[in-house]
Every structure is written in structure tokens, then in C-alpha cells.
């Protein structure tokens, strides 16, 4: 595709409900990132995906967090049982993962704004 | 862990005036370092990728510099305009894959 797109852009859910966040990368890229932009709180790493697989999820901030990648495309990144301070928007970013485990050029969709009430 | 730090966290300043936008990091064992420009609700999108082997990076009226020894990069807007008011946004990779961003220098480009 022209470039990384996800779905939702916004999303207003009720505090206790689960949420899914979808992200298309840029077709071919391999390598596929989510960030978490809270006010305050700068843009902190979630998740990293190489192909299918994510070597690390350690920045994910809790158990209620899970993401997935099918197909080394499409990514989700579901959120269950929904807290206000997970009101945030959230980022995804894709790159042509070439360069290996060194990170290269990240381009990133405009995000998905998430708001709990 | 790596620690990235923008300043001036705002700038505002008349058109056709030079941008210059520092960022410090910790950790001065990077491969690279990125610049992106922020819109108000918008994504990001990458200015300029500078290597580890190089010490600066031009595209048209931006250029950054970087300097592993000292932990600092800065980047260059020439001859500003009101197109340029965004927030920009520092990034060193934290690990093998993972960036650490700073929180970024909002830029106001008055007419």
C-alpha cells in the first residue's frame, strides 16, 4: 500500500470493554512496531513484530494488553477489559526489517485515538 | 536504558528565520537516529535518518547533524515558514529494534 493505515482513527469505548486496534503495514515491510502516545507520558514502545513473531513484549503495560500478526501483514493489538488510563493514541509503525535487528527508517500511520470513559 | 531529551520543548519565531532543534540521548551506542515531524492529530512521518558512520544528513531546507561521542544531534531548518509550525520529535534506537523518542520541540513559524 501508499502507506501504514489503521482502523479505527478514533474510538470512544466504556470503561470494562475489550477494544481491537487494527494496523496495515507497507506492503513487503517486514518489520512492524506499536507505540502508545499518552499526553504526558511522550510515545513509549509496546511491541515489535518480525514477520509473525514478536521477540519481545516486554513493553506491553499489562496482561490485559495482547497483540497478534497474521500472515506477516495485518497486526491487532487488543486491549481487554478496558482502564481510563489506557486513553491514549496509539501508534503503529511499519519497516522494510532488511537492516536485520537494527532498526531502519519507521513510517508510521496516524494512529488510533482511543478514549475510555 | 535510553533517555532522550529535546530542548527547547517550544520555539516560536518570525518567518525566514533558522530553525536550530537540539536532542541529547544516553546511550551513545546507536546504528542511527531519526528525526519526524508531528501535525497536530496527526501520525508521524520521518524527516531524516542519519547513520551512526555519518555526521550529518541533508534534505532541502533540513539538516541534521550528529555527534555519537557527545550524545547529541541537532537538526537545521533553514529559512523557516508557517508550514513548518509542527512538533518534531527526536528518536534513538533503545535496543535492537525499539526507538526512544524525547518529547519532542513544538515549533511556531509566525507570518
Known amino acids: 500500500g501508499a502507506g501504514v493505515s489503521q482502523s479505527p482513527s478514533n474510538k470512544v469505548t466504556e470503561k470494562g470493554k475489550d477494544v481491537e486496534l487494527r494496523c496495515d503495514p507497507i506492503?513487503?515491510?517486514?518489520?512492524l512496531y506499536w507505540y502508545r502516545q499518552s499526553l504526558g507520558q511522550g510515545l513509549e514502545f509496546l511491541i515489535y513484530?518480525?514477520?509473525?513473531?514478536?521477540?519481545?513484549k516486554s513493553g506491553l503495560p499489562s496482561d490485559r494488553f495482547s497483540a497478534e500478526r497474521t500472515g506477516g501483514s495485518v497486526s491487532t493489538l487488543t486491549i481487554q477489559r478496558t482502564q481510563q488510563e489506557d486513553s491514549a493514541v496509539y501508534l503503529c509503525?511499519?519497516?522494510?526489517?532488511?537492516?536485520?535487528?537494527?532498526?531502519?527508517?519507521?513510517?508510521f500511520g496516524p494512529g488510533t485515538r482511543l478514549t475510555v470513559l | 536504558k535510553q533517555e532522550v531529551t529535546q530542548i527547547p520543548a517550544a520555539l516560536s519565531v518570525p518567518e525566514g528565520e533558522n530553525l536550530v532543534l537540539n536532542c541529547s540521548f544516553t546511550d551513545s551506542a546507536i546504528y542511527n537516529l531519526q528525526w519526524f515531524r508531528q501535525d497536530p492529530g496527526k501520525g508521524l512521518t520521518s524527516l531524516l535518518l542519519?547513520?551512526?558512520?555519518?555526521r550529518e544528513q541533508t534534505s532541502g531546507r533540513l539538516n541534521a547533524s550528529l555527534d555519537k561521542s557527545s550524545g547529541r544531534s541537532t537538526l537545521y531548518i533553514a529559512a523557516s515558514q508557517p508550514g513548518d509550525s509542527a512538533t518534531y520529535l527526536c528518536a534513538a534506537p533503545g535496543g535492537d529494534y525499539k526507538l526512544s523518542f524525547g518529547a519532542g520541540t513544538t515549533v511556531t513559524v509566525r507570518a
Open positions: 506492503s513487503g515491510h517486514t518489520a
Open positions: 509503525a511499519s519497516s522494510s526489517g532488511l537492516a536485520g535487528p537494527r532498526p531502519d527508517t519507521q513510517y
Open positions: 542519519i547513520q551512526s558512520s555519518q
Open positions: 513484530f518480525q514477520g509473525n513473531s514478536a521477540p519481545d
